[in-house]
């Protein structure tokens, strides 16, 4: 017998949230999702990848520690859709808006880290907290867009902000995939240590491939207008800038000729 994911949530994230209907459910978690972000400023620096710290726990192999901590994001709302009883997925709106943030972690879970080189094992705790988040993310959006909220595809379909929004996650994505590609190649091969990244966005930014991702989620929530989507871009964007000033400060330390006037993750700006 299949248990239906939306019986899950009742039996166990209803009690464990102190809700009684999914309203009330998706709103908590929505504000969870921004209290986290801002919690996440007061971390000195993310203990993973060049920051790697073994005292948070064992490492675990950087390729497995990716595809296992982001793919809940993908098949949560994966199993929403095939199991879930599906009260407001029928719509195009609701098929094309869930199905920007599943391609997002797809890429993320199955992508990214096939291509990616060698790199320095993730601390277990940084690990088991990113792949709890995609977890969370995972039911939060997957509830929203199958289950709760059903879009009129007669009446959203002709909002401009619905393009815009789309078209803003697409280049977003373009930015985020292209300076991770160049980031990979930048190293020859057998050639070890660090470069300074140049070329296209790299010669305003430290990180375009943070402010690539930031834009793809920004366009995720403007085409959606969705609570979570929103608090998903707020997270998003506090937590990769956090992150993207670190890499800046970083690079300018490590190289006397680091460009001065790039900057961290937004063009002029920050």
């Not at 996650?169 to 070890?192: F, P, S």
């Not at 470069?195 to 010669?203: A, D, R, S, V, Y």
Request: charged letters at 15%; a positive charge.
């Amino acid at each position: 017998m299949i248990v239906r994911p939306e019986e899950w949530v009742k039996d166990y994230l209803y009690p464990l949230f102190r809700v009684s209907n999914d309203e009330e459910l998706i709103t908590r978690m929505w504000y969870g999702t921004v209290i986290y972000g801002v919690l996440t400023l007061m971390l000195k620096e993310a203990p993973y990848g060049r920051y790697s710290n073994y005292s948070y726990g064992f490492g675990v192999p950087v390729k497995l520690a990716w595809c296992l901590q982001e793919a809940p994001s993908f098949y949560i709302p994966l199993i929403f859709v095939v199991y879930g009883q599906k009260t407001a997925y029928g719509g195009v709106v609701n098929q094309m808006c869930l199905g920007m943030f599943m391609m997002h972690y797809f890429q993320r879970s199955f992508i990214f880290p096939l291509l990616m080189k060698s790199s320095k094992p993730t601390p277990f705790l940084p690990f088991f907290c990113a792949f709890l988040t995609c977890l969370y993310n995972g039911v939060l959006h997957g509830l929203y867009f199958v289950n709760f909220y059903h879009y009129k595809d007669d009446v959203w379909l002709y909002k401009p902000y619905f393009y815009i929004g789309f078209c803003l996650y697409l280049y977003g994505m373009k930015i985020n995939i292209g300076a991770d590609t160049a980031l990979r190649y930048l190293r020859k091969e057998g050639e070890t240590g660090y470069k300074i990244p140049t070329g296209n966005w790299f010669e305003l930014l430290s990180c375009p491939n943070y402010f690539g991702e930031i834009l793809e989620m920004w366009g995720y929530a403007l085409a959606s207008l969705a609570p979570p989507a929103l608090a998903h871009a707020v997270f998003t964007t506090l937590f990769l800038t956090h992150r993207a000033v670190h890499h800046h400060r970083w690079y300018i330390k490590k190289f006397e000729d680091y460009p001065k006037s790039r900057k961290a993750v937004f063009p002029y700006l920050l």
